[in-house]
């Protein structure tokens, strides 16, 4: 999940970022004191979560909430204010939460599981990804059409790794088995990633693939994933479960493996 915290006094939102920081269900939080600013790191930066004061100077957390919706509808906005003569006018922003100030952890903890729920229940996600069998992406029941083969694996490859982040130098070790990776293939792999980010953006799903400190990285929550769901104890990905995993790419059998064994040992 990925949040971001506004406000106009920079200790809260320092205090705010680290409390946001130690939450695992967060990957990625930014702060800002300036709502302009903010405004246009979302633009680029679709946020899940939204932290917002409501009392700033120039644009208030009001209207920064109306544009912020008005572009990526998805996001949880909670307000956070010393001010409880606002929560009409938050909740008439469809807001899901409203905080009045200082921010507590366990209050901060209840409200991300609350976005969580909200965003799963308001925006179910229209990317379904099949990893039982061989590997496809759907977005809104439409099978995504690779340029590249390996455009393909590096996805399927980072959808087995489920949020963790890969290092190119792993990434090249899959794609590329037994292979140097001396400069010319670091050239190739950077094609195969490109080619794979021009995929999702033709799709519109860019944001499910993430890119920070030379790792990459799959946002498990944006996904419908049957691998996913068989982890969360689902019981229709378990009946779709038949043993195969993966058959596109060799390097899936030890998931497959794991997966068998789940089925044998119950566990």
């Given at each position: 999940?990925?949040?971001?915290?506004?406000?106009?006094?920079?200790?809260v939102?320092?205090?705010?970022?680290?409390?946001?920081?130690?939450?695992k269900e967060?990957?990625?939080?930014?702060?800002?004191?300036?709502?302009?600013?903010?405004l246009?790191?979302?633009?680029?930066?679709?946020a899940?979560?939204?932290?917002?004061?409501?009392?700033?100077?120039?644009?208030?957390?009001l209207?920064?909430?109306?544009?912020?919706?008005?572009?990526?509808?998805?996001?949880?906005?909670?307000?956070?204010?010393?001010?409880?003569?606002y929560?009409v006018?938050?909740f008439a922003?469809h807001?899901c939460?409203?905080i009045?100030?200082?921010?507590?952890?366990?209050?901060?903890?209840?409200?991300?599981?609350?976005?969580?729920?909200?965003?799963?229940?308001?925006?179910?996600?229209h990317?379904?990804?099949?990893?039982?069998g061989?590997f496809?992406?759907?977005?809104?029941?439409?099978?995504?059409?690779?340029?590249?083969?390996?455009?393909?694996?590096?996805?399927?490859?980072?959808?087995?790794?489920?949020?963790?982040g890969v290092?190119?130098?792993?990434i090249?070790?899959?794609?590329?088995?037994?292979r140097?990776y001396d400069h010319?293939?670091?050239?190739q792999?950077?094609?195969?990633?490109?080619?794979?980010?021009?995929?999702?953006?033709?799709?519109?799903i860019?944001?499910i693939?993430?890119?920070r400190?030379?790792?990459?990285?799959?946002?498990?929550?944006?996904?419908?994933?049957?691998?996913?769901?068989?982890e969360?104890?689902?019981?229709?990905?378990?009946?779709?479960y038949?043993?195969?995993?993966m058959?596109?790419?060799?390097?899936?059998?030890?998931?497959?493996?794991?997966?068998?064994?789940?089925?044998?040992?119950?566990?």
């Open positions: 999940m990925r949040a971001v915290c506004v406000d106009d006094d920079r200790q939102v320092e205090d705010t970022v680290s409390l946001c920081g130690r939450l967060v990957d990625l939080v930014q702060g800002f004191t300036d709502s302009r600013e903010a246009r790191w979302l633009e680029y930066h679709p899940d979560f939204a932290l917002l004061d409501i009392h700033m100077p120039e644009m208030d957390g209207e920064l909430a109306q544009r912020l919706l008005s572009r990526h509808p998805g996001t949880a906005v909670v307000f956070l204010t010393a001010h409880p003569r929560a006018d938050a922003m807001a939460g409203y009045l100030k200082p921010l507590s952890p366990e209050r901060l903890i209840r409200e991300v599981d609350h976005a969580i729920l909200y965003r799963k229940a308001a925006f179910p996600s990317i379904k990804v099949k990893t039982f061989n496809e992406i759907l977005v809104d029941g439409r099978m995504v059409a690779f340029k590249r083969s390996r455009a393909k694996e590096l996805l399927a490859f980072l959808v087995d790794r489920q949020g963790g290092s190119r130098a792993e090249f070790a899959v794609l590329w088995d037994n140097n010319a293939m670091q050239k792999l950077d094609v195969i990633i490109r080619s794979l980010r021009e995929t999702l953006r033709q799709y519109q860019s944001e693939l993430e890119m400190s030379g790792y990459l990285r799959i946002r498990p929550e944006l996904l419908e994933c049957d691998l996913y769901l068989y969360e104890g689902d019981k229709r990905a378990a009946e779709a038949r043993g195969e995993y058959n596109n790419y060799p390097w899936g059998s030890m998931t497959e493996a794991s997966l068998t064994r789940s089925i044998h040992y119950g566990y």
